[in-house]
T-cell receptor, first 115, second 111 residues
Framework: GAVVSQHPSRVICKSGTSVKIECRSL??????MFWYRQFPKQSLMLMAT?????????EQGVEKDKFLINHASLTLSTLTVTSAHPEDSSFYIC???????????FGPGTRLLVL | KQEVTQIPAALSVPEGENLVLNCSFT??????LQWFRQDPGKGLTSLLL?????REQTSGRLNASLDKSSGRSTLYIAASQPGDSATYLC??????????FGTGTSLTVIP
């Protein structure tokens, strides 16, 4: 089946630094990728929709200048958390939709801890 | 805006029991509904996808039903096993891509 990878799987950073998370579709092309965030004991929340070659669409309440999304190719989307703060500590999951069907394939997630 | 609710929030059953997880959504004009499994600290595993025109989907010991008019879906797990212990998430899509997730049901199957 279709595989989506994320890198890194875990990252610890100091407050004020920026962190980049990569989401790759390994064996298929994805024109659309999604970024989700999950706080402890809460459900996944959609942050933004990433379309290859165009600007990402952000959900209400998500700061686009803080969470920079770049979908530069059909197999790669990146999420950069700029000037990270402890409240940004969360589990970030991406998903990708193949062109041939409607199922979203999810990455394994990235655990971000901001000290 | 679509709101998705899952009941119960947590469930503990002895091994071998059949169980039902519930999901309800406020906007019945959905495109599809998907059930996921999430293990602690891991990403999501898709279990079953039900299109809006379908009533149910089956995969192995899992059966998911959909009643759009009442805004409900159930996930039935037969003959539960300790390996089924995980959080189960229900997600609905109004447009075909964007999903709205429920808060999940944490399932523990006791050996």
């Amino acid at each position: 089946g279709a595989v989506v990878s994320q890198h890194p799987s875990r990252v610890i950073c100091k407050s004020g630094t920026s962190v980049k998370i990569e989401c790759r579709s390994l064996d298929f092309q994805a024109t659309t990728m999604f970024w989700y965030r999950q706080f402890p004991k809460q459900s996944l929340m959609l942050m933004a929709t990433s379309n290859e070659g165009s600007k990402a669409t952000y959900e209400q309440g998500v700061e686009k200048d803080k969470f920079l999304i770049n979908h530069a190719s059909l197999t790669l989307s990146t999420l950069t958390v700029t000037s990270a703060h402890p409240e940004d500590s969360s589990f970030y999951i991406c998903s990708a939709v193949g062109d041939w069907e409607e199922t979203q394939y999810f990455g394994p997630g990235t655990r971000l801890l901001v000290l | 805006k679509q709101e998705v609710t899952q009941i119960p929030a947590a469930l503990s059953v002895p091994e071998g029991e059949n169980l039902v997880l519930n999901c309800s959504f406020t906007d019945s004009a959905i495109y599809n509904l998907q059930w996921f499994r999430q293990d602690p600290g891991k990403g999501l595993t898709s279990l079953l996808l039900i299109q809006s025109s379908q009533r149910e989907q089956t995969s192995g010991r899992l059966n998911a039903s959909l009643d759009k008019s009442s805004g409900r879906s159930t996930l039935y797990i037969a003959a539960s096993q300790p390996g089924d212990s995980a959080t189960y998430l229900c997600a609905v899509s109004n447009t075909g891509n964007q999903f709205y997730f429920g808060t999940g049901t944490s399932l523990t199957v006791i050996p």
